[in-house]
T-cell receptor, first 109, second 114 residues
Framework: QKEVEQDPGPLSVPEGAIVSLNCTYSNSAFQYFMWYRQYSRKGPELLMYTYSSGNKEDGRFTAQVDKSSKYISLFIRDSQPSDSATYLCAGDSSYKLIFGSGTRLLVRP | KAGVTQTPRYLIKTRGQQVTLSCSPISGHRSVSWYQQTPGQGLQFLFEYFSETQRNKGNFPGRFSGRQFSNSRSEMNVSTLELGDSALYLC?????????????FGPGTRLTVL
C-alpha cells in the first residue's frame, strides 16, 4: 500500500466549477501536508500547506485536513482554464515529502 | 528572490555512461532534496542534504549519489546509466528542512537514457 493515495484522473470540469481533489494517507507520522501544482514540463509549484486538522483558505483555494480519517482535500473555486495542471498532494515525514501520484485536472473553457 | 535553479535542463546519455546534475538552492536555504519523477512511479525521494551532510536517503540503488557544498549548492550523480533512469530529476530547497519548513522545487533536469 502506498503511503499517499491519489486518484490520477483525469478530471474534466467546465470553467467556473468548484473542483475537489482528494488524497488519503496511511502514515500517522505525517504532520504537515502540502499541495503542489505542476504544469506540463515544469517543476511542482507549492500551492498550499497545512499542519493541523481543519481548513486553510488562500484566495480561490481551500485545503482541508482530517487527521482522524487520514484524508486531505483541495478545493478550487471558480476554476479557470489556467488551473489545468496536475495536482500533487504530499505528506511531510523525516525531512522528505511523500507524494501521491497526482491528479490531472482539465478545466474546459 | 531567485528560485531554485537546475542545470542542465535537458540531457541525453547512453546506457553505461554516468551523469552529474547540478542544483543551486534559493539564497539562504540550507536543505536540498532530490526527487525522481517518472510516469509510472511518480515523484520519489532520492536524498536530502543539510549543511553538507546527507540526512535522509530514499530507496534507490547505490548508483545514485549526491553531495552538497559549503555554499549549499548540490550535485547528484548517477553512474552506469540504465534505460529506466530516464526521468525528470527535481531538486527542492528549504530553509532548514525542519517540520513545517516549506519546500520549493526547481524546474528539473530531464534525463533521457538511450
Amino acid at each position: 500500500q502506498k503511503e499517499v493515495e491519489q486518484d490520477p484522473g483525469p478530471l474534466s470540469v467546465p470553467e467556473g466549477a468548484i473542483v475537489s481533489l482528494n488524497c488519503t494517507y496511511s502514515n500517522s507520522a505525517f504532520q504537515y501536508f502540502m499541495w503542489y501544482r505542476q504544469y506540463s514540463r515544469k517543476g511542482p509549484e507549492l500551492l498550499m500547506y497545512t499542519y493541523s486538522s481543519g481548513n486553510k483558505e488562500d484566495g480561490r483555494f481551500t485545503a482541508q485536513v482530517d487527521k482522524s480519517s487520514k484524508y486531505i482535500s483541495l478545493f478550487i473555486r471558480d476554476s479557470q482554464p489556467s488551473d489545468s495542471a496536475t495536482y500533487l498532494c504530499a505528506g511531510d515525514s523525516s525531512y522528505k515529502l511523500i507524494f501521491g501520484s497526482g491528479t490531472r485536472l482539465l478545466v474546459r473553457p | 528572490k531567485a528560485g531554485v535553479t537546475q542545470t542542465p535542463r535537458y540531457l541525453i546519455k547512453t546506457r553505461g555512461q554516468q551523469v552529474t546534475l547540478s542544483c543551486s538552492p534559493i539564497s539562504g536555504h540550507r536543505s536540498v532534496s532530490w526527487y525522481q519523477q517518472t510516469p509510472g512511479q511518480g515523484l520519489q525521494f532520492l536524498f536530502e542534504y543539510f549543511s553538507e551532510t546527507q540526512r535522509n536517503k530514499g530507496n534507490f540503488p547505490g548508483r545514485f549519489s549526491g553531495r552538497q557544498f559549503s555554499n549549499s549548492r548540490s550535485e547528484m550523480n548517477v553512474s552506469t546509466l540504465e534505460l529506466g533512469d530516464s526521468a525528470l530529476y527535481l531538486c527542492a530547497s528549504r530553509r532548514t528542512g525542519g517540520f513545517g519548513d516549506t519546500q520549493y522545487f526547481g524546474p528539473g533536469t530531464r534525463l533521457t537514457v538511450l
